[in-house]
């Protein structure tokens, strides 16, 4: 089975400056997706990025990117000109390619990012 | 507006009634899912739908039951066999065949067991 940890249940950041969110995952396969879905206040969840696993280079979304290590099994989100608006809870998340669930993702426990005037 | 609805947002129960939450799609996804959120525990996979009259079970299902008669529709219903069933439940769907992996949300059901 696969596993998705996120060491930081919470972090801050000032308005306009640089965060980095951390997410590490276990799983034996080799053909997978990783995303990072953020839910803000208002609860509806959205995704943010996605990483193929087979892609070496790192996936950019405007001001989110991914710092994507294939061999140390780290997923991390960064941030960059940190709005109020990102404030939210973040969600890393796993998907296998194989077999019959792959449907199926596995999230993470959260980080909750607050982001200060 | 295409999207997801849940219904109701909010609603009480009293110990030993069953509950059913409402969700709709008009996606045109084939397949739906049922997430529970509880504080520090992230989302867990309660059950998942790939097609009309078909589901499986997720990581969490004992308590829970769910039907897909409809593509567009997926209610799940919260058993009084549910040991704790206050939480917030979120439904999701996705596209099926060539699936990148990326679900689309609903606003979410919280439920209260009185």
């Known amino acids: 089975a696969q596993t998705v940890t996120q060491s930081q249940p919470e972090m801050s950041v000032q308005e306009a400056e640089t965060v980095t969110l951390s997410c590490t995952y276990d799983?034996?396969?080799?053909?997978?997706?990783l995303f990072w879905y953020k839910q803000p206040p208002s609860r509806q969840m959205i995704l943010v990025i996605r990483q193929e696993a087979y892609k070496q280079q790192n996936a950019t979304e405007n001001r989110f990117s991914v710092n994507f290590q294939k061999a140390a099994k780290s997923f991390s989100l960064k941030i960059s000109d940190s709005q109020l608006g990102d404030t939210a809870m973040y969600f890393c998340a796993f998907m296998k390619l194989s077999g019959g669930s792959n449907y199926k993702l596995t999230f993470g426990k959260g980080t909750l990012l607050t982001v200060n005037p | 507006d295409g999207g997801i609805t849940q219904s109701p947002k909010y609603l009480f129960r009293k110990e030993g009634q069953n509950v059913t939450l409402s969700c709709e799609q008009n996606?045109?996804?084939?397949?739906m899912y049922w997430y529970r959120q509880d504080p520090g525990q992230g989302l867990r996979l309660i059950y998942y739908s790939q097609i009309v009259n078909d589901f499986q079970k997720g990581d969490i299902a004992e308590g829970y039951s769910v039907s897909r008669e409809k593509k567009e529709s997926f209610p799940l219903t919260v058993t009084s066999a549910q040991k704790n069933p206050t939480a917030f439940y979120l439904c999701?769907?996705?596209?099926?065949?060539?699936?990148?992996?990326?679900?689309?949300f609903g606003e979410g059901s919280r439920l209260t067991v009185l």
């Open positions: 999701a769907s996705s596209l099926a065949g060539g699936n990148t992996g990326e679900l689309f």
């Open positions: 996606l045109n996804h084939d397949a």
């Open positions: 799983t034996s396969e080799n053909n997978y997706y």
